[in-house]
């Protein structure tokens, strides 16, 4: 991220809350504060977000920064001006691990400066809920917005959740980087756009199995996904539809292929239930559907009617 | 249903032969290798369809049984069968490469689809595994009378259960419990798994916890020495001062240039002579020694200490209030205790994010859910399979005693009043009130029961009364029993198919007056 800022030149890096995902130890802040240095054309800007939150002994409250690094360090919110490029950046840091209050609806802009840019954090309701209409009242250029891991646009030309750089964990799916923008007053505010940046992704594969599908096919399906989708990522496969109801994946063999973390098994034997009902109608299978009628399809109840089904069909003698 | 007509395409050892079939007894009749048994093999094969085997066992199973010597194109065909008003016509090519199946209904034409399961619809509830089970009765010959007893005993059993005798409640309840167990195992091995992870974390936070106190008792050390060194510091204080304001005093009465005062040199000899002159002998001797040896030594003790005292007079007050080796290590130990007071501090809040750590670990993750879920389902399979169970048992029970009863009645010519399955699901005879069970009665009367048994499971599993077929069932029978169990099957059923290799149920039929059709097969 660093070199990308060197390489463009870039005016100012925003950080909007969670550099660190506990409390930043010494050594931590002496690393990141190296790193920004190393770039002193750009200017940095950071808050504290609900995981690095700024406690009574955070080293936030006593470490010195490089000369290019502010850090909007306050409960309430505040500003740094940053005269050479005519611009203000505002915003606050959190003081506890939550906060319900909706901080930003009042943090309007204050007109200090040509260029004004919000830096938030939070977004649900237990770390500052946002109202997407004020926000976009407040009067701000840009919002860089920060908490949720996924990439997404807020509001439209002004407003951004840039998400993690790199997934954290197995649900962060789908891809990560950062969002690059240029604000310039006189052609039209703000452009903006994400640029994926992460070196790997979690990717959640679907597999649709069917009668036909072996274990040996399954295996080829799953490791053509992977081909597909990139051997550098991480994968959790779901396995879904009617499979016939003699074979059983071996799941443990299949995840030793490649980067796989997790199968889920979620296929059904291809029983179809309503023949089945028809043709037992007044024997135990038939009984036992109809005490089941109703359920819905990924209810407890549904995952009872299959396993039921699956035993007696399985333990059903060839001939009497 | 009722099958109206057979067309054997090439089927076996037939060949373009075409059987038409009426309501009531259709007597197959024919002699071993006549091909009764290819008649209603075809007939299952029509209904259920005729797969190829695979592998060795290809060799010996019903498809190349019966699969023509010359030309497999000829392999097939057709059933027409009325059902609901309509009559159908049911073609089945078994071809290997020319599988192929329709079905048409010739009162309107119209194709109807076997993929799309149209000939389920038309008959509920028949499939290959219940077919064999109830419709078609075998020749029990083979089977020995322990044997059979057995066998209907784990019909009755299964039937009343389950309503179907091929359904195992016990073994599908003792699967779903393995399957429970194996669940657990596997949660086991996950919270086997998340605790490692949790022992390695808590781990470490011991290590820091460890660190933590370490710096602690180091800081204390620290802390202690520099209190020591205050309170000695502040005593030496005291001590110079006092020690400099007395050696002052002496100093002032001391002439500048003399180390040692001449009226201490006085004084000390004065001192020994006195001793000497006063204390009596011989006591004076050792005395006045001891006295002029301290002296002496006061007085090369001070001729050393003023030796030393030959430094600057600033150098000399500097070296006196602050020895420059404890001056470093007081700044040292200052220096060390802001060091490790900022350690700790570092490693506090490292211990503070490994607790957090633990703490998020402690949450359960979806894993755990999943299984729970899973749990969830088996065990309620289980209860519920358990409850529906005993639910139908009564049910199916009570009806089954009652389509069961009459038969028997009537088949043993009112010899045994009831048959019925107990609590236990045991067959029981009864007899002028008496219980008997069925091990007890003979081999005939056992396979009486065991056809009325499963006639009544056929009239409790169908709604549409379906084609009987008999395959020499009545072996076993005396001549009266046979021609009441006709007689009532007559009565009862609307189409029975009977494969016979004897005369014996003709000519029990024609002298009862029982109407039949006769397809001679020979």
């Avoid at chain 1, 399954?218 to 003699?246: A, H, M, S, T």
């Avoid at chain 2, 109830?134 to 059993?157: C, D, F, M, R, W």
């Avoid at chain 2, 802001?338 to 633990?358: F, G, P, R």
Wanted: glycine share 8%; hydrophobic share 35%.
């Amino acid at each position: 991220m660093i070199q990308v800022c060197a390489d463009e030149r870039a005016d100012l890096l925003l950080v909007a809350g969670d550099l660190f995902h506990r409390q930043p130890l010494l050594r931590e802040l002496k690393e990141a504060d190296s790193l920004f240095a190393s770039i002193p054309g750009t200017q940095v800007v950071l808050i504290a977000g609900n995981h690095d939150y700024i406690r009574r002994d955070s080293y936030y409250r006593t470490f010195r920064w490089s000369s290019n690094v502010h850090m909007l360090a306050g409960e309430k919110l505040e500003a740094v001006e940053l005269p050479r490029l005519s611009c203000a950046v505002y915003g606050l840091s959190y003081h506890a691990r939550q906060i319900s209050a909706p901080l930003y609806d009042e943090a309007r802009a204050q007109g200090r400066q040509r260029t004004e840019i919000l830096l938030a954090h939070g977004g649900d309701g237990a770390h500052i809920p946002i109202d997407r209409e004020r926000l976009a009242g407040l009067g701000y250029s840009y919002i860089a917005l920060g908490h949720i891991h996924r990439p997404h646009v807020l509001v439209p030309s002004l407003a951004a959740y840039a998400g993690a750089l790199e997934p954290t964990d197995r649900n962060d799916t789908g891809p990560h980087g950062y969002i690059e923008g240029e604000i310039s007053p006189d052609e039209g505010g703000c452009r903006f756009s994400f640029v994926p940046f992460a070196s790997r992704s979690y990717i959640h594969c679907e597999v649709e199995v069917d009668r036909r599908t072996t274990g040996m096919r399954l295996r080829e399906l799953v490791e053509e996904k992977i081909r597909q989708n990139g051997k550098e990522n991480i994968y959790k496969f779901l396995l879904k539809g009617y499979r016939d109801p003699d074979i059983a994946f071996d799941l443990d063999a299949l995840g030793r292929q490649g980067n796989i973390i997790a199968i889920s098994d979620e296929t059904r034997p291809a029983y179809d239930m309503e023949k089945l009902y028809r043709n037992n109608r007044n024997n135990l299978i038939g009984k036992y559907i109809e005490s089941f009628s109703g359920a819905e399809a990924d209810s407890v109840e549904y995952g009872a009617l299959c396993e039921g089904i699956a035993a007696l069909m399985e333990t059903r003698r060839g001939e009497a | 249903m009722k099958i109206r007509k057979l067309e054997l395409t090439h089927f076996g050892k037939f060949r373009d032969r075409t059987i038409r079939l009426g309501d009531g007894i259709q007597l197959f009749y024919g002699e071993n290798e006549a091909g009764k048994t290819t008649i209603h093999t075809f007939v299952r094969c029509m209904l259920f369809g005729l797969e190829r085997g695979r592998g060795r066992a290809a060799a010996h199973d019903t498809y190349s049984r019966y699969e023509p010597w010359d030309g497999p194109e000829s392999y097939a065909g057709a059933m027409e069968f009325v059902c609901g008003g309509k009559t159908f016509r049911l073609e089945r090519s078994f071809g290997k490469l020319a599988r192929r199946a329709e079905l048409i209904c010739l009162d309107d034409g119209e194709q109807l689809s076997l993929e799309d399961g149209d000939l389920e619809m038309l008959l509920p509830g028949l499939d290959a595994d219940s077919y064999l089970d109830t419709l078609y009765i075998p020749q029990s010959g083979a089977v020995t009378g322990e044997k059979l007893s057995e066998k209907l005993k784990n019909y009755a059993a299964n039937f009343s259960v389950s309503g179907d005798s091929q359904i195992d409640l016990t073994a599908a309840r003792e699967m779903l419990r393995q399957k429970e167990k194996e669940l657990d195992r596997q949660a086991r091995k996950h919270l086997e798994e998340r605790q490692r992870k949790r022992e390695k974390t808590e781990q470490e936070a011991g290590y820091v916890w460890r660190d933590i106190h370490r710096l602690e008792e180091e800081l204390d050390r620290v802390r202690e020495g520099l209190e020591l060194k205050r309170i000695r510091e502040e005593k030496e204080q005291k001590e110079r001062e006092r020690r400099e304001s007395e050696t002052r005093m002496i100093d002032e009465m001391r002439p500048a240039k003399w180390r040692v005062h001449p009226l201490e040199v006085a004084g000390i000899i004065l001192a020994v002579v006195i001793l000497f002159a006063l204390v009596p002998r011989p006591w004076n001797y050792l005395l006045s020694v001891v006295a002029a040896l301290g002296g002496g030594i006061y007085v090369w003790n001070r001729m050393k200490v003023e030796k030393k005292h030959k430094k600057t007079p600033p150098e000399l007050i500097l070296e006196e209030i602050t020895p420059e080796e404890e001056l470093a290590s007081r700044e040292k130990l200052l220096w060390e205790q802001q060091h490790l007071e900022a350690e700790k501090k570092e490693k506090q809040i490292q211990y503070d994010n490994l607790q957090e750590e633990l703490a998020d670990m402690s949450e359960l993750d979806d894993v755990y859910r999943e299984q729970e879920r899973q749990r969830a389902a088996l065990s309620l399979a289980f209860q519920r399979l358990g409850d529906v169970a005993l639910d139908m048992q009564g049910q199916v029970r009570l009806e089954l005693n009652r389509a069961v009863s009459g038969m028997i009645g009537q088949m043993t010519g009112g010899r045994y009043d009831r048959l019925y399955l107990d609590e236990g699901a045991r067959l029981v005879f009864l007899k002028e009130g008496r219980r008997i069970p069925a091990d007890r009665v003979s081999r005939g009367t056992m396979e009486q029961a065991y056809l009325a048994l499963r006639l009544a499971a056929s009239d409790l599993l169908y709604e549409e009364p379906y084609p009987l077929i008999l395959d020499d069932t009545f072996a076993c029978y005396d001549d009266r029993r046979l021609a009441r169990t006709l007689d009532w099957l007559c009565e009862n059923r609307e189409q029975i198919l009977l494969f016979t290799c004897q005369n014996r149920e003709a000519e029990v039929m024609r002298r009862e007056g029982i109407p039949f059709s006769l397809v001679d097969l020979s």
